[in-house]
């Protein structure tokens, strides 16, 4: 290559360069001008925060902590604990939404804006006492963000409608906690045990059939199920947790098994799951007078133990003593064969 024409392309590029370190490093775009940042709504460590309350149009759901614990906890009468697996980032969301740009200094006409009133309020506490509050309007014309603002702050900001509908699904459809979430999608097998009596649910192709007693069973004797099992299944998967009642809770704390009644459960059931680990809810008698079971999960993340209200769970032991059977199903004849 010519010696000449190597030179050019090296002060080329070194002109080049220096040019994109101007603009990266001083915010100074090519028409002269100054880059306008994505500000933050506001800001706050997610560690600090302790209360956090959601009002998207009816519906209102608050979640606290006190400073020292990491407990979450749904406000009412009574409280209920969060379900860790859909609650663990909240806290990061509501450190600080960086919003996608401010459009105004000044809200003339909040209403056009949909925030007057908001379709959401949404309060962020940390334990200093610091409090911060911000309202969600309406969707901006192409539908990608919504518009918001800071109260206290005159400026109209938009975040990402993602972000928001995060957010307003707080309220709408709040954390209550639970065992676990499993998709009844994966499930196979379903053992419940009650005492001396035991039903085995197993799926069969696109159908789901009850065996009497213990495994192994004989898929050839399954009954079809009754229509009622489709509503047990959506059960099982997510079971609605009440109170909890003791953060830590293993196999290896026989103490406390034995104390709580789940050395020897009053009901088990035994889930598995196609191509996933199976899992297994533990029931005892609750507290005296509490009308509740003593309930846990293994073989998932979650070692607490809760209390789960009976009338959650109404006809589990049923399941084993007197398995859903379809009505219209008539056990086979002598011959083999269905009467």
Do not use: C
């Not at 956090?52 to 407990?71: F, K, L, M, P």
């Amino acid at each position: 290559m010519n010696i000449r024409l190597t030179i050019l392309m090296v002060v080329i590029v070194a002109l080049a360069g220096g040019a994109w370190a101007v603009i990266e490093f001083t915010d100074v775009v090519s028409r002269g001008e100054e880059r306008d940042d994505e500000p933050w709504l506001y800001h706050i460590d997610d560690d600090t925060i302790t209360d956090v309350e959601v009002t998207h149009g009816d519906n209102t759901v608050r979640i606290y902590r006190d400073a020292a614990s990491y407990e979450w906890n749904i406000a009412g009468d009574p409280e209920y604990p969060v379900f860790q697996h859909r609650w663990g980032g909240m806290p990061l969301l509501f450190s600080g939404p960086r919003v996608n740009r401010g459009l105004k200094r000044t809200i003339d006409n909040p209403s056009i804006y949909g925030l007057d009133p908001p379709e959401s309020v949404v309060r962020v506490a940390d334990f200093a006492g610091n409090t911060f509050e911000f309202h969600m309007g309406g969707p901006t014309p192409d539908g990608q963000n919504q518009y918001a603002r800071l109260v206290g702050d005159n400026a109209l900001y938009t975040v990402p409608s993602v972000w928001a509908d995060v957010i307003n699904r707080l309220a709408d459809e709040p954390p209550w906690g639970r065992l676990f979430d499993l998709d009844v999608l994966f499930f196979r097998v379903v053992e419940v045990n009650a005492g001396d009596a035991t039903a085995v649910y197993f799926l069969d192709g696109d159908r789901w059939f009850v065996v009497d007693g213990p495994p192994p069973v004989d898929p050839d004797q399954g009954a079809p199920v009754s229509d009622e099992w489709a509503d047990w299944l959506l059960t099982l998967s997510a079971p609605r947790v009440d109170t909890l009642v003791d953060p830590q809770v293993e196999e290896r704390h026989r103490e406390k098994l034995e104390m709580y009644g789940l050395l020897e459960p009053t009901i088990r059931v035994v889930i598995a799951r196609r191509g996933e680990a199976t899992v297994e809810i533990q029931l005892s008698e609750g507290p005296p007078g509490s009308d509740s079971y003593y309930a846990r999960s293994t073989n998932t993340s979650d070692v607490k133990l809760y209390t789960i209200k009976k009338s959650r769970l109404e006809g589990i032991e049923a399941l084993a003593t007197d398995p859903l059977v379809h009505p219209d199903w008539e056990p086979p004849g002598e011959n083999g064969q269905e009467n």
